[in-house]
Structure formats: C-alpha cells, structure tokens
C-alpha cells in the first residue's frame, strides 16, 4: 500500500494556514479543482475512500483526509451546498464563485472557463496532528 499523498491546500503558505484552519475547526468539509489540472499533470482524481495528509503552509503535516463523495460538474453547476460545505469567506455561492474564478484564472494550467469542469470533493478528518 502506498502512503497517502500530502498536499497543502490554496497556492500561498498563507492560503495553506487559512483553509487548514477552516478545516480543523470543522467549517471546511470539502473543496474543488479544476479537473484540467489533475489530466495536464496526468493524475487520477481522487475517489470515495481515498487518503491525504494535508500541510500547512510551513510545510508540515497536519491532518489526514478521507474522501467521502467526488462530483465532477461544469463551474456553472457547482451547487450552494458545496459552497456552504468548502467554509471560505461568507459561505456563499455567489462569494464562492468569484473567489473560484479569480484561483484558477491565477493558477489553473488551463486558466478559468465559464463550462470548465471541477472536481467537487466531499471529506472528513480522520486525525489531526500538533502543529510543531
């Protein structure tokens, strides 16, 4: 078997804190990509069951995910629930989008596109580490 993989959420250190922070206090129960990115780098995407030991921005391990559910919808479908469940800003799908859009047009390999398809992803935190 092999070890999960780690990853830090966002693109920034301060990003990493930030969303790590929603998730360990239990606002943050999900998250999304852009499925582009996974396909450009040639990854699978994660499926139900799947493990991850989440950093902070420093790099260190904090956490360990499983994925409970995976929807891969256009941008456009990506529901108010979801939004309420990834915890940033006011919760919103409205505030949800605009902070979406702005990620990917900054970071996706593919930038932002209205139909773009995203990787709705649903967790739970099996353990959380000390930070050190």
């Known amino acids: 078997m092999e070890p999960p993989e780690a990853w830090a959420f966002g693109a920034t250190p301060e ?24 396909e450009s780098e040639g990854e699978p995407f994660p499926a139900v069951g799947d493990l991850s030991i989440v950093l902070d921005g420093a790099g260190v391990s904090r956490a360990v995910l499983e994925v409970s559910a995976i929807e891969i919808v256009p941008f456009g479908d990506v529901t108010a629930e979801h939004a309420l469940a990834e915890g940033e800003d006011d919760r919103t799908l409205a505030s949800w989008r605009r902070i979406h859009e702005q990620f990917w047009a900054d970071h996706s390999v593919h930038g932002f596109a209205p139909h773009m398809p995203v990787v709705c992803e649903r967790f739970r935190v099996l353990h959380v580490g000390s930070p050190r």
């Not at 930030?18 to 852009?34: E, H």
């Open 15 to 38: 990003q990493a804190d930030d969303l790590l922070a929603l998730v360990l206090d239990g606002t943050k129960t999900a998250t999304a990509s852009a499925a582009g990115d996974y």
